[in-house]
């Protein structure tokens, strides 16, 4: 598979690589198997797949623990990428970013992870009663006790994930100019799609400009152009997508056209929407490495397929002749 480089550090990770989100949250619950979900690592691995996200919170902790059974026998092959910041409560998602806690997590997450070095450690969300710079400083220090080697930050604002768009990209790079000032940026995750590509417009250029990696998070659209989707979803009442407007049955119909597309373009090279989905993403920049999840061993020998499609200028004019998407947060 090829390379793509993170950060100024020039830390080489496999061009695609494997959200292990869905493995134990936000997708249906009844179909999170911890078996499937082991070969699916070890599928990508065997693939060329060497980037592997997850964070604390997933689960929460079932996540890094489940990635640390595959580290125990793999870890030279994996390039390990986990976040911190954010808090799992009984009703609600609160964000950490007090240094005291930033330390106890990375230790935590060191031993779920059986691991002594976390590849690329990432702010899930900025803390609005924290500065932020307090928070990167104690993420610095990490660095320099040889417990991280590199450090990210996740565009997500301290509204939540349903802000999206320009206002919270720009308050992305407001947060990654103060930080720079303290220790250097290796990547940014932030979404990034043929249906959500408000990045291109200023925060990938920011990265591009800089050197900054940027992992593409959603980059199928969380699974919509995949194509394996039927409209109305049927979505467990655990899925985040049973919430999301993209997903109702009226706007996955509206949205059908985008598929279609997808799927012409890649009849052309015997590929699958999903890899021409990825393809795409590859080819906005070099520094972009897109990280689609998955549960699924077939899945993620299917997306890391998708580093090897090189797709014509003509293929990239025609994807963005594509209708936008219908269906938002706003």
Request: glycine residues 10%; contains cysteine.
């Amino acid at each position: 598979m090829e390379r793509r480089t993170v950060g100024a550090a020039a830390l080489a990770v496999g061009a695609v690589g494997l959200g292990c989100m869905p493995m134990s949250w936000a997708y249906s619950t009844s179909r999170q198997g911890g078996e499937e979900s082991l070969r699916a690592v070890h599928t990508a691995l065997d693939h060329g797949t060497t980037l592997l996200d997850t964070a604390d919170m997933y689960g929460p902790f079932t996540n890094e623990l489940l990635l640390g059974r595959v580290l125990r026998e793999r870890r030279a092959e994996a390039f390990v990428a986990t976040k911190c910041g954010l808090l799992v409560g009984d009703q609600h998602i609160v964000a950490n970013g007090r240094p005291g806690y930033v330390r106890r997590a990375c230790d935590a997450s060191l031993r779920r992870l059986q691991t002594d070095t976390i590849d690329l450690y990432q702010l899930h969300r900025v803390d609005p009663e924290v500065p932020v710079e307090e928070t990167w400083g104690a993420m610095a220090e990490l660095v320099a006790a040889g417990k991280v080697r590199a450090l990210g930050l996740c565009a997500v604002g301290a509204r939540g994930n349903r802000r999206t768009g320009a206002a919270l990209y720009d308050e992305t790079i407001r947060h990654l100019v103060r930080v720079q000032q303290v220790f250097p940026v290796a990547s940014v995750q932030a979404e990034l799609s043929v249906w959500a590509a408000e990045a291109l417009d200023e925060l990938l250029p920011w990265c591009t400009a800089r050197g900054v990696g940027f992992l593409a998070a959603m980059p199928l659209g969380n699974g919509f152009l995949t194509g394996t989707l039927t409209p109305g979803g049927g979505f467990e009442s655990d899925d985040l997508r049973a919430r999301h407007p993209r997903f109702t049955a009226e706007m996955m119909a509206a949205n059908q056209p985008i598929v279609v597309g997808l799927r012409r373009v890649a009849q052309r090279y015997g590929a699958t929407a999903a890899q021409v989905a990825l393809a795409w993403t590859l080819a906005q920049a070099p520094e972009v490495v897109p990280v689609p999840g998955t549960k699924s061993a077939r899945w993620s020998a299917e997306n890391a397929g998708a580093a090897g499609l090189r797709l014509s200028d003509a293929d990239l004019a025609e994807i963005a002749e594509l209708p936008p998407a219908r269906g938002s947060w706003d």
